[in-house]
Nanobody, 127 residues
Framework: QVQLVESGGGLVQAGGSLRLSCAAS????????MAWFRQPPGKEREFVGG????????YYPDSVKGRFSISSDNAKNTVYLQMNSLKPEDTAVYYC????????????????????WGQGTQVTVSS
């Protein structure tokens, strides 16, 4: 098992930046594909970025590509989501998630593949 704790959310003006952190404890961090999802008010939870077990593959949906960047620090068992050029539509609760995988290279975008979830951190972007 792995436990995930997010931090770094807050209120920011449109065009600003935030960096979210997800600290993992328990089973070895490198065992999992790590990802960030978000859930805007009244909407479904959606994938916003993922990183493979090796760290060599990342993937983003078009809605955040070029603005969001995911990275990991295996020594600290922490994954980050750097969010730049934030827009009001980025307002959501952001969740860190982990999925078991035998592959070192793939990123999974489907929510159902992720077994472990953090408690979420609120990001609010004002216009």
């Amino acid at each position: 098992q792995v436990q995930l704790v997010e931090s770094g959310g807050g209120l920011v003006q449109a065009g600003g930046s935030l960096r979210l952190s997800c600290a993992a404890s328990g089973r070895s961090f490198s065992t999992y594909i790590m990802a960030w999802f978000r859930q805007p008010p009244g909407k479904e939870r959606e994938f916003v970025g993922g990183i493979s077990r090796s760290g060599g593959t990342t993937y983003y949906p078009d809605s955040v590509k070029g603005r969001f960047s995911i990275s990991s620090d295996n020594a600290k068992n922490t994954v980050y989501l750097q969010m730049n050029s934030l827009k009001p539509e980025d307002t959501a609760v952001y969740y860190c998630a982990a999925a078991s995988s035998l592959s070192l290279k793939v990123v999974i975008t489907g929510r159902s593949a992720y077994t472990y979830w953090g408690q979420g951190t609120q990001v609010t972007v004002s216009s």
